[in-house]
């Protein structure tokens, strides 16, 4: 089954009018869940809401429509909120599509070289870190309209916007404070009543016919904004600058990593879910392309979105369908209904996204992670107080950097280089038959085993190991049975090895040589350096070679030898490049 196949094409094989019930059902509830977060969501980003209704409606229909996933909803989400809002202020509407359109772009070429994969290899230390940050600026960002605090327009950044707060604190509105409160205690309670109706949706219309009801002096969508369009805008190019452009790629990469790590993360969660398997690279070509075309109709960036995804599937969605349907029961709202969004009042969104933050936070993996090894926990912090207190963009990268320099360092500790030449017996041990022990090494032979990965990480600790031998050896044979892998630093280090043996007028032998080590020294040239008849298939061999060096006989091979079992393949041994069939 081809890799990049819509997953749309792979259900509606054998559709029936059954399913068509339960994803319309699915859809239509996943749609009402889906308007009052995609309002919030914009307008936490600093935007006006229109936009996150736009962004809903043409990137969850693409989403549904070319996604890997079953059963993936996508729209805007909190992990945009701090970038975009950013984006905004710094570059304007222009900088913001211009972004996205690159992000998108990024995102298609990611798909297409099959990064879908690879990308599930980022640290989870550094997901929870920028994910509860992410989190903690959302609920800062809101705490102007939950107090309903007189002030403009607030500054994306953490510390700026609190000293900014502190001193209006005395000058809160009670009212804008109570419609909040009650907000959240209807969200809250909510949950205890039904999950078939979304508390947010319900908080909102309780909080709306109140504040009309009472004339309470609040804010509203519409005090701020103005009326919410009810149409869908015509598809427009913005204004490109070079200059821009460049400055953007950045921002427009955070964008794209973010889009395929929320992705990706609720496409598995939905699998288990529903138990079923997505196509992590075609859900990254269908994100490129939702975020391509959403700005071109005045949206935002858009991802796949867990807790609309896992609403979709208990309401019952299995296909890709119930995605579209939702897609177009927002518009239906919009086309009919946007008229009374402006009557909305930004207290209660200002709940509606502060619950989102907490269920964002991620609070218990955060108590975890903290409880791993330290390693982890400085990723963790790291990524978390950059994500606050600079920018995401900074925060994904140094987070990325430094675990991947932890990662080496652990690595590098795990591999080891010992001279085992007079390699002792312990009794409590099980007898190993291919131990040196076991073997006579003559006189002016020095016999050492390396034990991990050979890589750029533990070459400096074989360069060490080897600079300390004294006197120079006749021969020195390094044995590599545990070295299943080598890189271009451990052939160098080899390399430099082989030179300093010349010149000291010895002899470097290599023992127990695996497939991919083999296959290295072969295309890298040192094969031919090294000579042949040095590299060997298993240790008695290599030592007959050190004999040979030494003018001594060769010794019979012992009884108890039994031949290294090689790892990576089912083939029993080592290869050894003078037996090559």
Same mark, same amino acid.
């Given at each position: 089954?081809?890799?990049?196949?819509?997953?749309?094409?792979?259900?509606?094989?054998?559709?029936?009018?059954?399913?068509? /019930?339960?994803? #319309?059902?699915?859809?239509?509830?996943?749609?009402?869940?889906?308007?009052?977060?995609?309002?919030?969501?914009?307008?936490?980003?600093?935007?006006?809401?229109?936009?996150?209704?736009?962004?809903?409606? $043409?990137?969850?229909?693409?989403?549904?429509?070319?996604?890997?996933?079953?059963?993936?909803?996508?729209?805007?989400?909190?992990?945009?909120?701090? $970038?975009?809002?950013? $984006?905004?202020?710094?570059?304007?509407?222009?900088?913001?599509?211009?972004?996205?359109?690159?992000?998108?772009? $990024?995102?298609? @070429? /990611?798909?297409?070289?099959? @990064?879908?994969?690879?990308?599930?290899?980022?640290?989870?230390?550094?997901?929870?870190?920028?994910?509860?940050?992410?989190?903690?600026?959302?609920?800062?960002?809101?705490?102007?309209? #939950?107090?309903?605090?007189?002030?403009?327009?607030?500054?994306?950044?953490?510390?700026?916007?609190?000293?900014?707060?502190?001193?209006?604190?005395?000058?809160?509105?009670?009212? #804008?404070?109570?419609?909040?409160?009650?907000?959240?205690?209807?969200?809250?309670?909510?949950?205890?009543?039904?999950? =078939?109706?979304?508390?947010?949706?319900?908080?909102?219309?309780?909080? *709306?016919?109140?504040?009309?009801?009472?004339?309470?002096?609040?804010? *509203?969508?519409?005090?701020?904004?103005?009326?919410?369009?009810?149409?869908?805008?015509?598809?427009?190019?913005?204004?490109?600058?070079?200059?821009?452009?460049?400055?953007?790629?950045?921002?427009?990469?955070?964008?794209?990593?973010?889009?395929?790590?929320?992705?990706?993360? !609720?496409?598995?969660?939905?699998?288990?879910?529903?138990?079923?398997?997505?196509? !992590?690279?075609?859900?990254?070509?269908?994100?490129?392309?939702?975020?391509?075309?959403?700005?071109?109709?005045?949206?935002?960036?858009? *991802?796949?979105?867990?807790?609309?995804?896992?609403?979709?599937?208990?309401?019952?969605?299995?296909?890709?369908?119930?995605?579209?349907?939702?897609?177009? *029961?927002?518009?239906?709202?919009?086309?009919?209904?946007?008229?009374?969004?402006?009557?909305?009042?930004?207290?209660?969104?200002?709940?509606?996204?502060?619950?989102?933050?907490?269920?964002?936070?991620?609070?218990?993996?955060?108590?975890?992670?903290?409880?791993?090894?330290?390693?982890?926990?400085?990723?963790?912090?790291?990524? @978390?107080?950059?994500?606050?207190?600079?920018?995401?963009?900074?925060?994904?990268?140094?987070?990325?950097?430094?675990?991947?320099?932890?990662?080496?360092?652990? /690595?590098?500790?795990?591999?080891?280089?010992?001279?085992?030449?007079?390699?002792?017996?312990?009794?409590?041990?099980?007898?190993?038959?291919?131990?040196?022990?076991?073997?006579?090494?003559?006189?002016?032979?020095?016999?050492?085993?390396?034990?991990?990965?050979?890589?750029?990480?533990?070459?400096?600790? @074989?360069?060490?190991?080897?600079?300390?031998?004294?006197?120079?050896?006749?021969?020195?044979?390094?044995? /590599? =049975?545990?070295?299943?892998?080598?890189?271009? !630093?451990?052939?160098?280090?080899?390399?430099?090895?082989?030179?300093?043996?010349?010149?000291?007028?010895?002899?470097?032998?290599?023992?127990?040589?695996?497939?991919?080590?083999?296959?290295?020294?072969? =295309?890298?040239?040192?094969?031919?350096?090294?000579?042949?008849?040095?590299?060997?298939?298993?240790?008695?061999?290599?030592?007959?070679?050190?004999?040979?060096?030494?003018?001594?006989?060769?010794?019979?091979?012992?009884?108890?030898?039994?031949?290294?079992?090689? =790892?990576?393949?089912?083939?029993?041994?080592?290869?050894?490049?003078?037996?090559?069939?």
């Amino acid at each position: 089954m081809p890799i990049l196949k819509p997953k749309l094409f792979t259900t509606l094989q054998g559709y029936r009018r059954e399913q068509f /019930m339960a994803d #319309a059902v699915a859809g239509m509830t996943v749609g009402v869940v889906a308007l009052p977060l995609a309002i919030a969501f914009a307008i936490a980003s600093g935007v006006s809401p229109e936009r996150g209704l736009f962004t809903a409606v $043409i990137a969850g229909l693409i989403i549904s429509v070319l996604g890997g996933s079953r059963v993936q909803i996508g729209g805007p989400t909190g992990a945009f909120v701090v $970038i975009v809002a950013g $984006i905004v202020q710094q570059y304007g509407l222009d900088g913001l599509q211009i972004a996205t359109l690159m992000a998108g772009v $990024i995102l298609i @070429f /990611m798909g297409i070289a099959r @990064f879908g994969s690879a990308i599930k290899f980022i640290p989870y230390p550094v997901v929870v870190g920028f994910t509860s940050g992410i989190a903690l600026i959302i609920f800062s960002s809101q705490i102007k309209d #939950a107090l309903g605090l007189p002030l403009g327009d607030v500054p994306a950044d953490f510390v700026h916007q609190w000293g900014l707060y502190v001193p209006h604190f005395g000058a809160a509105n009670p009212a #804008a404070m109570a419609v909040c409160a009650g907000s959240l205690a209807v969200m809250i309670g909510w949950q205890r009543v039904t999950k =078939r109706l979304p508390g947010s949706l319900i908080a909102l219309v309780l909080a *709306t016919v109140a504040v009309q009801l009472f004339n309470l002096p609040v804010e *509203t969508v519409g005090s701020r904004f103005g009326d919410i369009p009810h149409l869908l805008p015509r598809p427009s190019l913005p204004h490109v600058d070079m200059e821009m452009v460049r400055s953007l790629v950045p921002s427009a990469t955070t964008i794209a990593l973010l889009a395929g790590i929320e992705a990706l993360l !609720s496409a598995v969660v939905a699998d288990g879910m529903i138990g079923g398997r997505h196509r !992590s690279n075609m859900e990254l070509v269908a994100q490129g392309v939702a975020n391509i075309c959403s700005p071109l109709f005045g949206g935002i960036p858009a *991802t796949g979105a867990i807790a609309r995804t896992a609403a979709n599937v208990n309401s019952g969605g299995r296909t890709p369908v119930s995605g579209i349907i939702h897609a177009l *029961t927002l518009l239906l709202i919009m086309l009919f209904f946007g008229q009374w969004a402006r009557l909305i009042p930004l207290p209660c969104l200002a709940a509606v996204l502060m619950v989102v933050a907490y269920n964002m936070s991620e609070w218990h993996s955060f108590l975890m992670v903290l409880k791993s090894p330290r390693s982890d926990v400085i990723v963790l912090l790291t990524t @978390f107080g950059l994500t606050v207190l600079v920018n995401l963009t900074a925060a994904i990268e140094v987070g990325m950097v430094l675990a991947a320099f932890l990662f080496i360092r652990r /690595m590098a500790q795990v591999t080891n280089i010992g001279d085992v030449t007079r390699e002792f017996i312990d009794e409590e041990e099980p007898e190993d038959p291919n131990a040196i022990s076991t073997r006579q090494v003559p006189r002016g032979v020095q016999v050492y085993e390396i034990n991990g990965p050979f890589f750029f990480g533990a070459s400096h600790t @074989f360069r060490e190991a080897m600079r300390i031998i004294s006197p120079p050896p006749k021969a020195i044979v390094l044995r /590599m =049975r545990h070295v299943l892998a080598i890189d271009a !630093s451990g052939l160098y280090a080899l390399k430099e090895q082989h030179r300093s043996a010349v010149r000291q007028h010895s002899v470097l032998i290599l023992s127990d040589v695996h497939a991919q080590p083999l296959i290295a020294l072969e =295309r890298s040239g040192l094969l031919v350096q090294i000579g042949e008849q040095n590299v060997f298939g298993n240790i008695d061999d290599a030592l007959n070679r050190a004999r040979q060096v030494l003018s001594l006989p060769p010794l019979e091979r012992p009884a108890s030898f039994t031949p290294t079992v090689r =790892r990576e393949t089912a083939n029993p041994q080592p290869h050894d490049p003078r037996h090559r069939g």
